[in-house]
């Protein structure tokens, strides 16, 4: 195993590279000028070559790392994404110096387990994936494909917005469009989720859906979908929708019922079964029509037994209406006999921290095994409900679920890269069961003083930047420090208005929603 850091790396590509090999030896370099000072050059006498090659036989998106003969790495992939996902276990396999680079040793091969290896991002409520800069979303989207992720799902989410013309709303289609099309240049498919009958803001008044029916949330520009001119709108808006989407050619379109949806109208109800249904025929018909190749995914999100047993025999009585089912938890015995592929939506970014990205990073390991414990036998893998960059160490604990079924293990302990840390030459061990890693809030103590204070400047666009110390504990006491920056997005009015929530000292916490911000999912520890 070298331990000696190199400063030069000979990046081999092969003869004839295809464009999506010459951008994974781009991402290659990329990475790791982000992280040392080594410099990456095509030809020359170097201390380490590493050759990229794609050889079919290994297994679908799989890979191999090898010696190479002549000396250096070789890593080899099944196809363009298995060679990826191999660049992306080599970084992770390797250490980064402060005068260089340290190369891993680990050699083998390795194919994905599940075929559905997504991601959804909360686009929404000006969370981060509404309010971050798009190329810190950009970046963070090709660090997920690294880890192994094939597909990103999306929702454009109508209700923020007055109508298709607004010009909010034409920026936060363009937006979504970059963060789509870097996820489609890097390999990934991606898809779009819609609500079944949601509207802009200004929808019609006369058309707007009955209220009484909805489950999580609900806003009251839904239309009616069982009026004519109430479904005609919703056609009208989705085409609109699926026309902007169209030359990315979406793997799929993902429809929901609840949680924003709902009508409560005699026509529409049951929601689930009646009104959602007649949305899910109709907006798929129109998917299909202007999204060639495009698969229907439909949600049983909130739908209760008798709905999902309903909405089974429909699909089974009209084959083809859909392509792909969503289930959150353990797959319903309805479900599962209607012999569609199914998918998960585990959520890991919301459990028990309202208000939601306020509680700095989140990792629930142990958590998340429970729920991949339940299901991993029923589905062909999932896409995580994330809000945010807060639940790093989840996504990547989720990404080693689909890959291979790795469990989170033992005494749970993963290392930190030695370049996260200075003092220790040793990773500091966490425990995801006790989820150590993790910032509180700014609180105010009762007898008035400042818990937790941290140097604070602001930056242009109205964001602070944070240089908080994370603490990181082994069961020996072993104690590490981490010096990263941290970020406080804008407060917005939701956030303002939202009551004061209480610390248990009884200090009143300060919602910043402290995040990580610099390091990102290549360096979170779970290699």
Known sequence: MQTISIDLIVLSMPEAASPMVVRVGDVFARQIARRCPARIVASGPAPLIVALAVEPGIGAEGFRIEDRSGGGVKIVGNDTRGLLYGVGKFLRASRYERDGFVPGSWRGSSVPWKPVRGIYFATHFHNFYHEAPVEEIEDYVEDLALWGFNELLVWYDLHHFNGPDDPEAVAFRERLRAVMATARRIGMDVSLGVIGNEGYADSPEALRATPGAGRGGYYPCG?????????????????????????????????????????????????????????????????????????????????????????????????????????????????????????????????????????????????????????????????????????????????????????????????????????????????????????????????????????????????????????????????????????????????????????????????????????????????
């Not at 291979?404 to 293990?409: F, I």
């Not at 910032?439 to 602070?464: N, Y």
């Not at 009551?499 to 929603?513: E, F, N, Q, S």
């Open 223 to 527: 239309v009616c979908p069982s009026r004519p001119e109430g479904m005609a709108y919703l056609l009208e808006t989705m085409g609109i929708t699926f026309d902007w989407v169209a030359d990315l050619s979406p793997r799929s379109i993902w429809v929901w019922p609840y949680d924003q949806g709902s009508c409560g109208c005699e026509a529409c109800r049951p929601w689930g079964s009646q009104g959602f249904m007649t949305c899910v025929e109709r907006i798929g018909g129109l998917a299909r029509a202007k999204l060639p190749g495009a698969k229907l995914a439909v949600s049983t999100w909130f739908m209760d037994p008798q709905e999902i047993a309903a909405v089974m025999e429909r699909l089974s009585r009209q084959p083809g209406l859909a392509d792909r089912l969503i289930v959150e938890g353990p797959v319903p015995a309805a479900v599962a006999a209607l012999g569609l592929p199914v998918v998960g939506f585990p959520e890991i970014g919301m459990h028990e921290t309202f208000p939601w990205g306020g509680f700095g990073a989140t990792p629930l390991p142990a958590r998340a095994q429970l729920q991949w414990d339940r299901v991993k036998s029923q589905v062909a893998g999932g896409f995580p409900y994330s809000e945010g960059i807060y639940e790093d160490i989840t996504k990547a604990v989720y990404s080693q679920f689909y890959w291979s079924d790795r469990p989170v293990g033992g005494d749970g302990r993963r290392h930190i890269p030695r370049s996260l840390h200075a003092e220790h030459d040793q990773g500091v061990p966490l425990v995801p069961r006790t989820c150590a890693m993790g910032l509180r809030q700014q609180a105010d103590d009762p007898r008035g003083r400042r818990r937790e204070v941290v140097h604070r400047r602001r930056r242009k666009h109205g964001h602070f930047l944070h240089r908080p110390l994370l603490q990181c504990r082994s069961p020996a006491g072993h104690r590490g420090r981490l010096h990263g920056r941290l970020r406080a997005p804008r407060r917005t009015a939701s956030l303002r208005d939202a009551p004061a929530a209480r610390h248990g000292g009884g200090g009143t916490v300060r919602p910043l929603h402290l995040v990580p911000y610099t390091y990102s999912l290549h360096l979170v520890p779970y290699a």
